[in-house]
């Protein structure tokens, strides 16, 4: 109930196409739904988050998708850049400070220019 | 701007030898977390903390330790290092817990060999 399936393992895109990493959760008590962003060496950094109100959030070329009857929510960019060529992270938790921040297991996108 | 500053970056430690990676945050952060990051696993909490004196186990805290006697530190203590701790560790803070940004540090990568 606590797992977060993330798909697909890795990405390859062509410059100026969409990337799409899609996720799964069971736990129909998580409340906050991140992305994070990983480079090379660097911690994760926070891109995008949503919370089950609403069925998209879109921040510049970066969209996410959130369909909580299937309990699926997924990452769109657009016009992929070489530079989006990073290590992406999705995860959910729900309210509360003894709650958790549960992590996908990551899908390393590389955009080819 | 140093945000959460974790040390060392590197360390490799033979089988059985101790010890603690540091991690302090300027941004006075009430929650503090310590997560490993294997390869196709995703980031798994070891301890997390809500605040100064107060501790708590994660997914994963078998064979580590932590304290936070400070708003700002929030160090873990490997003790009899196992070759099952190779990872790569990441310290992360946060204003009012999991349903908020999460800021991470760069990371250390540890090998026990």
């Known amino acids: 109930q606590q797992q977060v399936k993330q798909s697909p393992q890795s990405l390859i895109v062509q410059k100026g196409g969409i990337s799409i990493i899609n996720c799964a959760y069971e736990n129909t008590a998580f409340d906050y739904f991140p992305w994070y962003q990983q480079f090379p060496g660097k911690g994760p950094a926070l891109l995008i988050a949503i919370r089950p109100d609403v069925s998209e959030k879109k921040e510049g070329r970066f969209t996410i998708s959130f369909n909580k009857s299937a309990k699926q929510f997924s990452l769109h960019i657009m016009d992929s850049q070489p530079g989006d060529s990073a290590t992406y992270f999705c995860?959910?938790?729900?309210?509360?400070?003894?709650?958790?921040?549960?992590f996908g297991t990551g899908t390393l996108l590389a955009v080819q220019p | 701007n140093a945000g959460v500053t974790q040390t060392p970056k590197f360390r490799i430690l033979k089988i059985g030898q101790s010890m603690t990676l540091q991690c302090t945050q300027d941004m006075n952060h009430n929650y503090m977390y310590w997560y490993r990051q294997d390869p196709g696993m995703g980031l798994k909490l070891i301890y997390y903390?809500?605040?100064?004196?107060?501790?708590d186990k994660g997914e994963v805290p078998n064979g580590y330790n932590v304290s936070r006697s400070t708003t700002e530190d929030f160090p873990l203590r490997l003790e009899l290092a196992a070759p099952s701790q190779t990872s790569v560790y990441f310290c992360?803070?946060?204003?009012?817990?999991?349903?908020?940004?999460?800021?991470f540090g760069q990371g250390t990568r540890l090998t026990v060999v």
């Open positions: 903390s809500v605040g100064a004196g107060i501790t």
């Open positions: 992360a803070s946060s204003f009012t817990g999991v349903n908020t940004e999460a800021f």
């Open positions: 995860a959910a938790s729900k309210g509360g400070a003894t709650n958790k921040l549960i």
